[in-house]
T-cell receptor
Framework: AQSVTQPDIHITVSEGASLELRCNYSYGATPYLFWYVQSPGQGLQLLLK??????LVQGIKGFEAEFKRSQSSFNLRKPSVHWSDAAEYFCAVAPSTAFYFGTGTSLTVIP | GAVVSQHPSWVICKSGTSVKIECRSL??????MFWYRQFPKQSLMLMAT?????????EQGVEKDKFLINHASLTLSTLTVTSAHPEDSSFYIC???????????????FGPGTRLTVL
């Protein structure tokens, strides 16, 4: 079945530590891939996207993500987390015109 | 960049009444608009896809007679929750994308969301 999986429901990291949020998808072909961030009560902000080409994509706020076709993964990374990064993070895939979201990963940053 | 707005940002209504939520693309023509629903601490669930001038396509399990979607122009789509009940309380988010061949075709631009509370 087609799906988007974010295995980690909740992650806690210390400020300044590195971060990796996992995303796996299950679709027939490589879909377009996205990472969004959502603060409480707010809409979604696009962090980065992958359509084709270089498998390492850079986004806003110091985030990057790497597409690995062999693993059907699109993991989000940040080398040094800031307290303001605490939020909900959603991976999304677009195999066609519609978007399908993962269940989200809630990030807590401790001082 | 492409901007999508929603109005209202928060609405409280009595059970049995109908509520209309507007979604506007401010600086591009949105050939397609999408409506999502998000329960607290959960992911976004696609409700329906609408193309300008056409009937919306609803996802399985979404009642089209309860959630009326109109996409009458390239910059406006509306979602009307008819005869709302407390279980309809949720965060509703719209998104929009441009037509084929435009820079806004391959991604969706999200509105800030509308929080609906039905008493």
């Amino acid at each position: 079945a087609q799906s988007v999986t974010q295995p980690d429901i909740h992650i806690t990291v210390s400020e300044g530590a590195s971060l990796e949020l996992r995303c796996n998808y299950s679709y027939g072909a490589t879909p377009y891939l996205f990472w969004y961030v959502q603060s409480p009560g707010q809409g979604l902000q696009l962090l980065l996207k992958y359509f084709s080409g270089d498998t390492l994509v850079q986004g806003i706020k110091g985030f990057e993500a790497e597409f690995k076709r062999s693993q059907s993964s699109f993991n989000l990374r940040k080398p040094s987390v800031h307290w303001s990064d605490a939020a909900e993070y959603f991976c999304a895939v677009a195999p066609s015109t519609a978007f399908y979201f993962g269940t989200g990963t809630s990030l807590t940053v401790i001082p | 960049g492409a901007v999508v707005s929603q109005h209202p940002s928060w609405v409280i209504c009595k059970s049995g009444t109908s509520v209309k939520i507007e979604c506007r693309s401010l600086d591009f023509q949105a050939t397609t608009m999408f409506w999502y629903r998000q329960f607290p601490k959960q992911s976004l669930m696609l409700m329906a896809t609408s193309n300008e001038g056409s009937k919306a396509t609803y996802e399985q399990g979404v009642e089209k007679d309860k959630f009326l979607i109109n996409h009458a122009s390239l910059t406006l789509s509306t979602l009307t929750v008819t005869s709302a009940h407390p279980e309809d309380s949720s965060f509703y988010i719209c998104s929009a994308r441009g037509g084929s061949g435009t820079s806004s075709y391959n991604e969706q631009f999200f509105g800030p969301g509308t929080r609906l509370t039905v008493l």
